[in-house]
């Protein structure tokens, strides 16, 4: 499927709220590739699509993770909503031929990131916190600290997720903790 193709047909099968949010990462994500000298064109695609398994009911969640045989963890089993990350992943390549292991693997971290990311990883990861429709207290220190330094703007949405988590009572998945430490590991070295 080209560029086009793919957007079309997320325009139809998502929300309009969860489209533009969609563009908005591409968007985002194309122009922190640009800033960084990463791929411009798998940015653009990785940030259409991280989201398109975003709306899948619960039940859909849980049945398609079995019939990819994607490993669920205690949190995952909880938490059903973290699916859409690796099913997502599955989705781009079954339904839209991605075959980039790059976009792949953004697609597959983009909602708890991780240990070991690629800068397409990184680059989609913080473009779904920053793109334009999100707004919450510290989203513009995050906007330009993106644009200077993607491993402190990591450190500090990763902090953003885990104080957000621990606000609501919930249980971070561990890949949340190890991306973190390994990050402020390789800045205080
Ligand atoms: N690192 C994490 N550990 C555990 N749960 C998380 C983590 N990140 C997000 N979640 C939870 O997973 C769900 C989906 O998250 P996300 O896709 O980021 O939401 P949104 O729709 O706002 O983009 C939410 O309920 C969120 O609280």
Redesign the pocket.
């Known amino acids: 499927m080209t560029f086009q193709q793919i957007k079309q047909t997320l325009k139809h099968r998502l929300s309009a709220r969860r489209f533009e949010h969609s563009v908005g990462v591409s968007e985002t994500a194309v122009q922190l590739a640009e800033r960084h000298s990463g791929d411009v064109e798998k940015a653009r695609l990785a940030g259409l699509l991280h989201d398109c398994a975003?709306e899948m009911p619960r039940n859909t969640l849980l049945h398609t993770a079995q019939s990819f045989g994607i490993v669920m963890g205690s949190?995952e089993r909880r938490?059903l909503?973290?699916l859409?990350a690796p099913i997502g992943a599955r989705l781009a390549q079954t339904i839209y031929g991605i075959t980039d292991p790059e976009i792949i693997a953004a697609i597959a971290a983009h909602?708890?990131g991780g240990p070991n990311l690629g800068q397409l990883s990184v680059i989609v990861y913080l473009a779904?916190y920053i793109e334009p429709t999100r707004s919450f207290p510290g989203v513009d220190k995050l906007r330009s600290l993106a644009q200077t330094n993607l491993a402190a703007a990591m450190i500090e949405s990763y902090d953003h997720?885990i104080q957000y988590?621990i606000s609501?009572g919930?249980?971070?998945?561990p890949a949340?903790v190890e991306g973190r430490n390994e990050l402020l590991l390789q800045r205080d070295n």
């Open positions: 975003r949190i938490e909503a973290l859409h909602t708890v779904d997720s988590i609501r919930g249980l971070i998945h949340t």
